[in-house]
């Protein structure tokens, strides 16, 4: 997701323009945004809200979020029994424009939680092929890393979730943006620093943030693992520390340095993860027509303004912005147009008389029929 951190504009390609020789203009180009599976897109308004529109969270979905422009129509289509070789052609249509909002989450079987510099990062690169930045102090994870542990009989998608702060609920610590991974794994493997002087202290911590954060997070099944038993300090306080986590079972000793105690661990987390209720069904994709306004008949609307009448038609302010109304016999098939739309008769049903300004949008046209 870091590209969408360089690039925020996206623009598809503008329809052609329509031309003579019944010549429509091209439809502009498709332009399609790969996402990584587990994105939420959201709509945003003007005022900063979000509204969701969609949670890509299977592998090959694709959604329309705002439709391209549409090629101009070409002199062909604008004939009448009265001119059969109009001059008027429009130009091509520029697409909708919309904000959206991306949101990660990243989707995996197992998260593994702790304090900076537990060795979350540690045991990923232990148990999978994975290869996360490791250094012997905090926050060395700024996102979390994915990677897969291949057991005999089946595989366990593991996410590092960066270290988790006392505050992180209200975002202390980028804790917003390292909470909402958690919330779609279904085990956590809880890691804690074995030469840390309040290990139970340091478990509560973590659980606490994610439970202030999603209450139901503070009910997700849990493995406590105590890491670096290969050091002698912590080997020797193996007993000690069983007493003082005896309230986060089960508990699991391991060297994510060594590699000892991980397999097994490993082992444990599938059948636990087994042993768990399956997920709901992933939720439908939206459909396309919950983006796009349904297409209605639309009866023209008319108000005065500042002395000008103001037409509220949509069809008919896209045929005047892609029209070249410089021209008499452009402007005479433009009305004609007007007229079979009923713009002319809501003009006179406002009070028009030619010569009168009329707004189309951005365009404003004398009334001349």
């Not at 397999?263 to 709901?280: E, I």
């Amino acid at each position: 997701m870091s590209y969408f951190q360089r690039k925020h504009m996206f623009e598809a390609e503008a329809g052609g323009s329509g031309s003579r020789r019944n010549m429509h203009g091209k439809n502009g180009s498709d332009l399609v945004v790969t996402v990584p599976v587990g994105t939420i897109v959201y709509r945003k308004s003007p005022e900063g809200a979000r509204e969701p529109v969609a949670d890509l969270d299977q592998p090959g979905q694709t959604i329309l979020l705002a439709k391209g422009g549409d090629g101009g129509r070409g002199n062909a289509h604008f004939s009448t029994p009265t001119d059969h070789v109009p001059r008027i052609a429009e130009a091509g249509e520029r697409g909708a424009q919309f904000t959206y909002a991306l949101e990660l989450k990243l989707l995996a079987d197992v998260g593994i939680i702790g304090l900076p510099n537990a060795g979350k990062s540690s045991l990923l690169a232990a148990a999978s092929a994975a290869r996360p930045r490791i250094a012997d102090y905090p926050f060395t994870t700024l996102e979390p890393n994915l990677g897969v542990a291949r057991l005999s009989w089946r595989t366990l998608v593991l996410a590092d979730i960066p270290g988790l702060i006392e505050g992180a609920h209200e975002g202390k610590g980028l804790g917003h943006d390292f909470l909402r991974h958690i919330e779609r794994t279904r085990l956590l493997i809880h890691v804690v620093d074995g030469g840390s002087a309040h290990p139970a202290g340091d478990v509560a911590t973590v659980n606490r943030e994610m439970a202030l954060f999603n209450e139901e997070l503070g009910r997700r099944r849990q493995i406590t693992v105590v890491n670096k038993i290969d050091m002698p300090h912590v080997r020797q306080r193996m007993s000690q520390l069983r007493v003082w986590l005896r309230g986060y079972q089960p508990v699991f000793f391991i060297s994510a340095a060594t590699h000892e105690g991980v397999a097994d661990l490993m082992t444990a987390a599938a059948r636990y993860l087994d042993s768990l209720p399956k997920p709901p069904p992933a939720k439908p994709l939206v459909k396309r027509e919950t983006l796009l306004p349904p297409r209605t008949r639309e009866v023209p609307r008319v108000d005065i303004i500042g002395g000008d009448f103001v037409v509220r038609h949509s069809r008919a302010e896209r045929l005047a912005a892609r029209s070249d109304t410089r021209h008499p016999q452009v402007l005479g098939q433009l009305w004609e147009q007007y007229r079979r739309m009923g713009v002319v008769k809501a003009l006179q049903s406002a009070g028009a008389t030619p010569g009168a300004a009329v707004r189309l949008g951005e365009v404003t046209l004398r009334w001349w029929l």
